[in-house]
């Protein structure tokens, strides 16, 4: 049976309730539009020439067969969601809710929603969409004005809780605290690179700017002396905001851009996730930024933009738990 192009409904134009009455077929057409806008493409070989297999008790639904190589293969071969289970308009739906709520949807949340039958499978869903959403580190380096800052994300420890050397766990901010170290690379009114750190020293926070800063930029960072002497290395120099007396701006040098975004994380992270652990902190960071990336655009456009994501990645569960 010749491919024939589905007849297909703009996902960038969709609301939420839009997305929820789609069908599993809708739901196919709709990837594999945004996978293959000129036509499916075999995973296997690149030949364009593929053949869509009959729907009947022995191919399943949404099955192609390359002309080429003779390999078969679906819409999910070589995605995130490859060797998954759970239907592709449920994989929609997720997507959009992940794309759309600004701080976040839990997985127990997903679960409900998506009418999953376990909190794992939710889980493991979201940590696949969150890799999608990560930007490829040889994108382009941010440019023009790049804040850069820092905080540390993690709850209050429990009263009288006591880490593993037995010594009591005391509640600091800042340096010295036992939460996780984020740094935020910010473009002024534009994209955001973040990255999670050991520690935060000199070493780590500029690596940090040289991987992700073109070296045409000003940087513009608080008091921080770590940060000292990056200036050099930048044709915009390096300047500075003293918040320990108070200043949070002078004229046009500021870092509240990188803490607006901050705010936003660690909303997600209390009112949403409730708790992060380091191991997993990366991933979370990754679909903060790309909401902040896309937040001049629809969440229908976000949504596609993340499932274009999805090609090429692959996240096994026992990679994810560990």
Aim: proline share 3%; glycine share 10%; charged share 25%.
């Amino acid at each position: 049976m010749k491919y024939q192009p589905p007849k297909f409904t703009n996902l960038a134009d969709m609301s939420a309730i839009d997305v929820g009455r789609l069908t599993e077929n809708e739901a196919r057409a709709i990837l594999e539009a945004i996978r293959w806008p000129g036509g499916p493409v075999c995973p296997h070989c690149g030949v364009k020439t593929v053949t869509r297999l009959s729907n009947s008790e022995k191919y399943r639904d949404g099955l192609f067969q390359c002309n080429g190589c003779r390999g078969q293969f679906s819409v999910i071969l070589g995605t995130v969601m490859h060797g998954s289970h759970i239907t592709l308009r449920q994989w929609v739906q997720a997507f959009h809710s992940m794309c759309s709520h600004k701080k976040g949807v839990s997985a127990l949340q997903l679960q409900r929603n998506l009418g999953l039958h376990s909190y794992q499978s939710a889980w493991y869903l979201a940590h696949r969409i969150r890799l999608a959403m990560k930007k490829d580190p040889l994108a382009s380096k941010l440019q023009g004005i790049v804040e850069v800052d820092e905080t540390y994300v993690g709850g209050k420890p429990r009263k009288g809780k006591r880490d593993q050397s037995g010594d009591l766990i005391v509640n600091k901010r800042g340096r010295g605290t036992k939460k996780v170290p984020v740094v935020a690379l910010v473009e002024r009114d534009g994209r955001i690179r973040t990255r999670v750190v050991e520690h935060v020293n000199a070493d780590n926070l500029k690596t940090a700017i040289r991987e992700n800063v073109n070296q045409q930029a000003a940087i513009q960072t608080d008091e921080l002396n770590l940060y000292a002497g990056i200036g050099q290395e930048f044709a915009g120099g390096h300047q500075t905001v003293n918040h320990s007396i108070g200043e949070y701006a002078r004229g046009d040098v500021n870092t509240n851009t990188a803490e607006s975004f901050f705010a936003l994380l660690k909303r997600g992270v209390h009112g949403t996730f409730h708790h992060i652990s380091k191991t997993h902190l990366p991933r979370y960071c990754d679909e903060f930024s790309f909401r902040w990336d896309g937040r001049k655009v629809t969440d229908g456009e976000r949504t596609v933009e993340a499932i274009r994501g999805a090609e090429g990645k692959r996240l096994v569960y026992r990679e994810a738990v560990t």
